[in-house]
T-cell receptor
Framework: DVKVTQSSRYLVKRTGEKVFLECVQD?????MFWYRQDPGLGLRLIYFSYDVKMKEKGDIPEGYSVSREKKERFSLILESASTNQTSMYLC???????????FGSGTRLTVV | GQQLNQSPQSMFIQEGEDVSMNCTSS?????WLWYKQDPGEGPVLLIA?????ELTSNGRLTAQFGTTKKDSFLNISASIPSDVGIYFC???????????FGGGTRLMVKP
């Protein structure tokens, strides 16, 4: 089974810090995604990538950037963390159209 | 971005009861998926549907791909406490690789 691994389950960061959330998948999937999940708002897409060094903005990219230097790794960067970025962050990958996503276990980020 | 209309938003049921939830869309999707998210974890795929009218089961779970391609349904029979979690529907078109998610149904089961 494909595995999507997020480097941290829980993170606490201070306002203004630069934060890196790492995601690695082990099944050679082309597509990778970052979502945030907040109560009552469902899953909101931040950024996605269809290939190495390729990135596309999702629905809520403001305050975030991403990096995909290798096919298996997709990093989400909070350039200057703010308290409204406190959330559950989910990484996912997929092999292509018609296939579902495989999600990581999530990173619960608290910005204080 | 577009979201699917998923209902109900939450359910609090007695153990042993059957559960039904659904998703509707204004757009056609060629694939419907149902995920479950346990508390503190990421969503896990339960059932995938690829054909209009298709009915697929996974244990006590049964999902259907609506004939109009604009809706899908998930039923859980004889609920147990470990069914607790958030259930998400997702639709996928052939236009690209993106999934469109429903807002989720939070299921709580009283022993």
């Amino acid at each position: 089974d494909v595995k999507v691994t997020q480097s941290s389950r829980y993170l606490v960061k201070r306002t203004g810090e630069k934060v890196f959330l790492e995601c690695v998948q082990d099944m050679d999937h082309e597509n990778m995604f970052w979502y945030r999940q907040d109560p009552g708002l469902g899953l909101r897409l931040i950024y996605f990538s269809y290939d190495v060094k390729m990135k596309e903005k999702g629905d809520i990219p403001e305050g975030y950037s991403v990096s995909r230097e290798k096919k298996e790794r997709f990093s989400l960067i909070l350039e200057s963390a703010s308290t409204n970025q406190t959330s559950m962050y989910l990484c996912a990958s997929s092999v292509g159209t018609g296939y579902g996503y495989t999600f990581g276990s999530g990173t619960r980020l608290t910005v204080v | 971005g577009q979201q699917l209309n998923q209902s109900p938003q939450s359910m609090f049921i007695q153990e042993g009861e059957d559960v039904s939830m659904n998703c509707t869309s204004s757009s056609i999707f060629n694939t419907w998926l149902w995920y479950k998210q346990d508390p503190g974890e990421g969503p896990v795929l339960l059932i995938a549907l690829y054909k209009a009218g298709e009915l697929t089961s996974n244990g006590r779970l049964t999902a259907q791909f609506g004939t109009t391609k604009k809706d899908s349904f998930l039923n859980i029979s004889a609920s147990i406490p470990s069914d607790v979690g958030i259930y998400f529907c997702a639709g996928q078109s052939n236009a690209g690789n993106m999934l469109t998610f429903g807002g989720g149904t939070r299921l709580m089961v009283k022993p």
